[in-house]
């Protein structure tokens, strides 16, 4: 062996790391993302706060009054504000409320039941949650990209009927268990990945290596239209 490459050796291990590094920037899946200029497409709204990660769908008709013109943010506007968003959690935590620090070592590193929670809401998470600001991606997906994804999201429910409905939303028993390496941002970016976006689980270990992710994806796309990012995001007041 080189004396260069010896264990022992600072520049072996940098040189391991940095390896590691590049070969863990996922690609687009060039037939999936970005959609074909002029073919069918969708808008999905990611929204990430301080501890969660949360995917919304424009409902039926939200899209169709933003002009293509239009930048990708004004699916966001008070006329567009109609969505179905999808997230994930750990079923004791958020629905029996067995937290504390026994909670957090419970649910990081012992497996158990996770939740998946779908809800019908006027406004995006990042503008509804407790801990601003958030991070908000507007990205626009292909036609089977889209359908992919929403086929992924239904496939991680282990049950029809939900274990709680409140405020709007309804959550479901998950067929994964919740742990450190699959939480809610590994789960948004396992989702996100079916839809041909340039993601990988691995690096999406908290909100910061998922946002890094999909602030590559923003860059790549090189086009507002298709995906652009919005930091900082405030949380509004609700409105009667």
Not at 88 to 115: D, K, N
């Amino acid at each position: 062996m080189p004396a260069w490459l010896s264990p022992t050796r600072p520049f072996a291990w940098l040189l391991a790391c940095l390896l590691i590094v590049l070969c863990g920037c996922a690609a687009p899946v060039r037939e999936l993302w970005p959609p074909p200029e002029g073919a069918p497409s969708h808008t999905i709204v990611v929204s990430l706060d301080t501890w969660h990660a949360m995917i919304a769908f424009p409902l039926a008709g939200a899209e169709d009054r933003v002009p293509r013109s239009e930048p990708r943010s004004s699916i966001l506007s008070p006329q567009s504000r109609a969505f179905e968003e999808w997230g994930y959690a750990e079923q004791a935590w958020y629905l029996e409320g067995r937290q504390g620090f026994t909670g957090v070592i419970r649910a990081l590193f012992w497996p158990s039941p996770g939740v998946v929670e779908v809800g019908l809401h006027s406004r995006i998470w990042a503008a509804r949650t407790p801990q601003p600001p958030s991070d908000v991606f507007v990205i626009r997906l292909s036609e089977t990209g889209y359908q992919r994804l929403r086929r992924h999201l239904r496939a991680t429910v282990a049950a029809s009927e939900p274990l709680l409905v409140t405020a709007g939303s309804k959550f479901y028993s998950s067929k994964r268990p919740y742990h450190l390496f699959h939480q809610c941002h590994q789960y948004a970016a396992l989702a996100l990945r079916e839809a041909g976006l340039p993601l990988s689980a691995f690096w999406a270990f908290n909100r910061a290596g998922l946002a890094m992710q999909l602030r590559r994806a923003v860059e790549l796309a090189g086009d507002q239209s298709v995906a652009m990012s919005i930091e900082d995001f405030q949380a509004e007041a609700e409105t009667k």
